[in-house]
């Protein structure tokens, strides 16, 4: 019982760093898309 309480928190740990990771990702893939966007509205308005 305590060793599947061991095992849901570790993996529940993991899931979160994981998650977290896919944010990151996600974060910096808009940041960048936005950024981009930015770059061709400023070459589009010049």
Aim: charged fraction near 15%; include cysteine.
């Amino acid at each position: 019982m305590g060793h599947s309480m061991y095992n849901r928190i570790y993996l529940g740990r993991r899931t979160a760093l994981f998650n977290l990771k896919r944010m990151w990702i996600a974060g910096l893939c808009a940041a960048a898309s936005v950024g981009i966007g930015a770059l061709v509205l400023l070459a589009c308005v010049k």
